[in-house]
């Protein structure tokens, strides 16, 4: 149905304690072929979900497709901020779901709600979330964290999650509803977090230490 | 639900005695990350939203996330045009729905239908969209009035309000829902805040008023 | 419901037996603010839908928002290429379904399949759309035959329109369910009618015509 | 409904071995008319689905709008690589579904899902997906394997088409979908398949065989 | 040089009474390969140049580009618009300068300025351009009025124009130097060529006669 | 000569004590055919560089092609910001240069650098900086605060202009050349024309403000 | 100087018989980072470029930038559509002008005049072009048959290239100064090259095909 | 003169030997007002020229304007990575040649050659470009490492800089040209240096890295 699905009454949105992000296939071939954000964003965007799960403590499982052939490793930066993740090695499924060691690892974690990027959108990452969904999970699927082929597969795949009742996201809604709230103790990290994903974030930090610094000496 | 929600037989537009206005984070850092969207259109798309709850006396309810932060300060056209909107402060959540005080203020203007714009549009208008449609009310998001760090994000969020039940609408339609007729005593303060928002409307006037006031000399 | 509304298990389709075209706001002042067509597609994509109105005998009704001011007159070939079109005049109603006459011409028809089109897109063709299918109506809204002030814009309206129930359409695909064959008598007039809308149609006629003059004199 | 319809329960996701493939009105005057898609990408992913069906042994049927005039004939490439495909002449009839011979040849196949492709996406694919639904198959509809005149069409093509229950997919999902796992006999097939349907892809494959000739030859 | 060429001390704008105007291979076929312009406009730009010669009767010679074969036939517009327009055929030449009775004809008119466009810019108004201000004639290429396949294609040509010492410049500029001033006899003549090219300009014109009519039934 | 004439051996920069700046045919029915450019940042700039004028004393001088027709009224940004500008009537001359009392109007400022700015770019701007570069003038023409009808035209126009000696020149650009530095009596004055600019830059100047107002609080 | 350099006198155009074309550093990986053209048509105008030097029996030279690393090999298509095209292995210079084994290839030629396309074009296509006419050859530099990183580094180059006296040439241009005649005995030859070189004319060779295999049956 | 200026019948090309560089005004609020070129890009272009002259031992000059001030701090990448950098700090100037220690400053470097880049494109960087070339210098303007307010405003300003002897270019010409080789001690600290501005390169490298060690570890 073309509603979240599994939500069974809970208000649509992503509880922390609840979930687990699946980060799949970012490799360094399969990223030559993303045409549909800017790739330096699209690491950006991985980077800062893999950080956000290291700062929330929320497991983290990703695997490859076919990496010993063309569409190349696992770029570092997933398993180099997220030290805690998981990798599953796969036997030539494309979709990750058909993988039993896979599917055994997210049971695993206990948690029903998936956050999940993949490259390619319209295939490493609907897949998993439409057979995730089926069975049950709640499923968030980030969109600008994942790469297609074209705008236009991007937008067919949009209608197409939403259709099968998987929530589309953008990396900075994941974000902030992992965060909830600037009040706590880790805020920092979490301005860290926001920082590398967003350069424009990262200058008015920049800037607004500057200011208060000319502000302070001018005191 | 993908339908919008809460209105129960109702024509699904706003109808504006019961309409209250959710301005939400236009704030000047945060509107340099603001990418889907000319900045400019964005503060027209603002301001006029602020003049016609004015010109129709429609509660207007504020807020800013971490305003002494780099997020930085309202822009100051949403009060100087909104005379009567009510400021409130949080203290950290993102989600505005999170703060007791934003809900109780909502709460007292016995409106069940929100109008709702936020900057960043897939976190600070979306949460308290999805939140507040969650509890029964009928909300419009005004897209064009929010602004995101990239089209992709914006499309992923209008896909997922629609998915929860929210109306999206752009601040046309909006404006022209609350002024449902030119036959009214302040048609003239109507005119002003098109103009304000459209530029190319306002020439029309300007060309309009001209080329009457030829003929009315010639005659 | 997010479903084509009031087809009560009928192929979600036109039916041209039972439709009317109701053809709203397309003024010479409007015009100048809609930026998400090339105006030239817009006026061309109208003038194609009068004409294949004209073709297949289907009511046609227009109207204009306060043509004595700013908005300026509808533009010529509305009636021009409809000339069995019934204009009605309103009373300053934003929404043209406010209108009663308006009203009681679209029931004089009998129809109860409408395809509309009207500038802006988010205003004039979405009120009507929402209000008619509100009435039990078959609703089409022509979107590229509409024109809005911004490509958000109108992506928002496309979600908001399939959200109501309300089918979007394009003018291909609204000439295409008119004609529905080829073999028919007026398939001259047809061909006209695809010609006049899209210019590449036009050479690749020319083309056609051309190729064969000099096969058969070449014979 | 605004769901994949007729899958009762099944993920809808393709099953191959229940699968026939419609492609249809690929011809060399419509696709001069063809702007939301680059064309060179277009023939290569129309291609790409042919030659998928032909390694997957998947029952192909196509057919032509009016080829003797100016919309002209197939492009040589569709029954080039399927060389499997039916061609099913028809009488005029835009909607291809309209053809009793068509309708019967897709019965034949005894497939219930059918992945259609058709130029324009607005017209002789949508009609068919519309049809065929509503008949009981399970519809996926492929965007960017089809083309129509402007994005804002396509945008409002994919609204209609998954507001009628029909899975908006694109190209690299059919294929995926199609192929479901690397290891598998015709893998080396499969790897010309995406490689024909995607340049960058081709030049990875380029490159990675350099690369391990460079290795090998330095040992 | 990269200066305007033999222009020798002269201002380099246009003296419509020294100046001949040569179309050149605006083609059914060809114009379906034109990519940097949209086709509408190309299409109004070449028929307002052609109005306009007629207007201030200047000499316009044509040309095609083996219009027997896939090129196609000159498009109408040409010479129904500048009805003295004189044809030229030529024998598989490429480059038109390189036809004896092309360039005659271009003498016989003695002219030494000459307003050129031609479909392909990069080849069919190029190579004449180039050609022409070698022999010493005053040469304006109108970029606008020609059609390349690509936007990098015309880039490239402007530099190349410039750099051999032909004047780049736009329809509306050459439309703009032929008519000098709005007091003159044939104004009316000349706001129908503007009109007919621009369609903003022609609702500028609506709007403007109806504010008028208004204001004058007001009085 | 392809080279910025008429400097002889001078730096090819603006020298304010030597400036006059000339605003031309910035109406309110031309602004409705300009494309280039967003309309509202176009009207930022002319408005920008009035201020400018008015607060480095230079002598303004504007003009109006056939305002008491569809081109409509000059907009009031101009004569409001720059209240000592001379505005000079003409009869009908597109060429504002063909104007005896503009050139005399020019002539009497003693000033030999031009600064020009016009819609249409490739007209209105370009005819006279032609005809002034032409009678020993230094000229820079102001591309982003004119406007012309597309990206196109403005390309062939700046190569044109480079091409004839005069100085292709943005907006910033020109308000800095009249600037020269931050460290002036009038600073201020200068942010606030740059604040009305670029809101972008104005929002700097806000989150600037705030930042040193918590720092000092913080004191 | 910004004038072609080297021509003394002669029209700056390609003289089939004084050509010889460079085709350099078209490899796999280079390939991956060119986003100024789409890489289906930059392979499309390379091999168009083979093929004409093959037919025209223009001398081929061709080198790689150290293709044993990341940068990848040769395309194949440039040897397989020039089979007559001398490979010039090089010592890691970036300037393949800096090889002396090239250079007296180039020498060896006994052409004057260089037709060069290279990936990158700011690079490898620039810094040979700046060489060579600097040592005294006619140099035309086919932008769309090299690649560089963005649309900004393209016109960038333009404006480079031009200044230092390189004529700055698209594929088509340089296609149809070789050809220079459709009257000539391998005319059918040259059909090939351009219909490989643009899907949009061989689409309409399809047509016209048909269109005249219509007409014939039909007499 | 549209010549590059002060070569003496140099090639020219950059001579390291004889270069300086100067990264101006890189500013994090300036950086909030580019709109030419994506942020992430800019960054890594300025990082990438501070790198280079890192590894050729070449010397870099910066400052800043008014960093105290709205226009924020440099960012700290330019320092960070060429960490031989000499910082002049201005008095308000905006043209930091007007500054007497930066001009003694470059003159004490002893080069003669200058690599400049700065933001904005058409301020910061054009006129220290359009000064130094007036002074003797060889100038190269490295427009992708600068940014400016809008794609209008850099076309401006390449002919602007064209125009006046300086040689427009852009980063990966301005590395290339200080590389020269391949075949040299530092090559992997090249390979680094286009690895960091190039995320394209870095993944080929990693793929590379890949396809070799699978290609050992079979053997």
Redesign the interface.
């Known amino acids: 149905?073309?509603?979240?699905l599994n939500f069974d009454g809970r208000?649509?949105?992503i509880d922390s304690s609840d979930a687990a992000m699946l980060l799949l296939d970012h490799q360094?071939?399969l990223?030559?072929?993303v045409k549909?954000?800017?790739?330096?964003?699209l690491?950006?965007n991985v980077t800062a979900l893999a950080k956000a799960a290291a700062a929330e403590k929320i497991p983290v499982i990703t695997s490859a497709?076919?990496?010993?052939?063309?569409?190349?490793?696992l770029?570092?930066e997933v398993h180099q901020f997220a030290a805690h993740a998981q990798y599953i090695a796969r036997?030539?499924?494309?979709?990750v779901w058909?993988n039993p060691d896979f599917v055994a690892a997210v049971k695993a974690t206990k948690r029903k709600t998936l956050i999940i990027a993949g490259t390619?959108t319209?295939?490493c990452l609907?897949?998993p979330c439409?057979?995730a969904v089926?069975e049950g999970y709640r499923v968030f699927a980030v969109?600008?964290a994942s790469g297609?082929?074209?705008q236009?597969?991007?937008?067919?795949?949009?209608?197409?999650?939403?259709?099968?009742g998987v929530?589309?996201?953008?990396?900075?809604?994941a974000l902030?509803?992992l965060?909830?709230?600037?009040?706590?103790p880790n805020?920092m990290e979490w301005a860290q977090v926001y920082s590398g994903a967003?350069?424009?974030?990262q200058?008015?930090?920049?800037?607004?230490q500057?200011?208060?610094?000319?502000?302070?000496r001018a005191?």
Do not use: C
């Open positions: 149905m073309d509603t979240p208000v649509p949105t360094s071939g990223f030559q072929i549909d954000i800017p790739l330096l964003e690491r950006a497709s076919v990496p010993q052939g063309p569409n190349g490793r770029i570092p036997r030539g499924e494309v979709n058909d390619l319209s295939v609907t897949f439409i057979s089926h969109i600008d297609s082929v074209s236009i597969a991007t937008d067919v795949t949009i209608a197409r999650l939403a259709q099968a929530v589309p996201i953008d990396t900075m809604a902030a509803e965060q909830k709230s600037w009040s706590r805020a967003m350069l424009h974030y200058l008015l930090i920049q800037s607004y500057k200011a208060q610094q000319v502000a302070r005191n």
